[in-house]
């Protein structure tokens, strides 16, 4: 399984079936978007890989856009959810030591999640996520790193070139480019950091 926001507590076994196909009819629309972007989306053919009815498919998401919508959503709140992680795990640390564990950790989950991560940041899929949830997702994300650098410009910054260094490295699997990416990942977050320092 591939969703990564776990579903709230269900109140009883219809709500945990519920929560159960939802999270069952993401994972599959996950898989089609990475085999097909945003126009791989089959509902006849997800209905038919979870054995649930076309119109029960869409009772849940009416559209294919609302299925993206909810896909992308997921994606900014678990990414945004490990930042807070990350920050809270240093919390009292020194500034250098909690910068460096927010931007590994952004690095990390995007490596642990490369199909979401793509999801939420390139491709077609984006497109239909820009008129939904993604807005408020990606200031929510952006939103960690200048609440953490305390700037707007240094925090977009930030975030700007991390996110360079962790598509390129997840682009460049597909095409190995002979590049050390961790080691050009740690030498953007050491000049990242002397943002710290003034």
């Known amino acids: 399984m591939t969703s990564l926001v776990l579903p709230s507590e269900p109140q009883g076994p219809r709500d ?29 053919m997800l209905a ?12 849940h998401f009416p559209t294919k856009n609302a299925l993206i919508d909810a896909l992308v959503a997921d994606g900014f709140t678990a990414l945004e959810r490990s930042l807070r992680s990350a920050l ?10 909690r910068w460096s564990a927010l931007a590994h950790d952004y690095r990390r989950w995007a490596l642990r999640h490369p199909r979401h991560y793509l999801l939420i940041h390139t491709g077609p899929a984006l497109q239909v996520a820009l008129h939904g949830e993604g807005p408020a997702g990606m200031e929510r994300v952006v939103g960690v790193f200048t609440g953490f ?12 070139r991390l996110h360079g260094a962790v598509s390129q490295e997840l682009n460049a699997r597909a095409a190995p480019q002979g590049l050390d990416h961790e080691a050009l990942f740690d030498a953007q977050v ?3 950091a002397r943002v710290l320092d003034d």
Do not use: F, M, N
Not at 17 to 41: H, M, N, P
Not at 48 to 59: A, F, K, N
């Open 149 to 160: 650098l305390g700037d707007d410009p240094a925090g977009l910054a930030a975030h700007a």
């Open 48 to 59: 038919t890989r979870i054995g649930i009815s076309r119109s029960t498919l869409r009772y």
């Open 16 to 44: 945990r079936r519920v929560q159960e196909l939802l999270y069952d009819i993401k994972d599959a629309a996950l898989d089609q978007l990475s085999d097909g972007g945003a126009g791989g989306i089959s509902y006849r």
């Open 190 to 192: 050491e000049d990242l």
């Open 88 to 97: 809270a795990r240093t919390d009292g640390a020194p500034p250098r030591e």
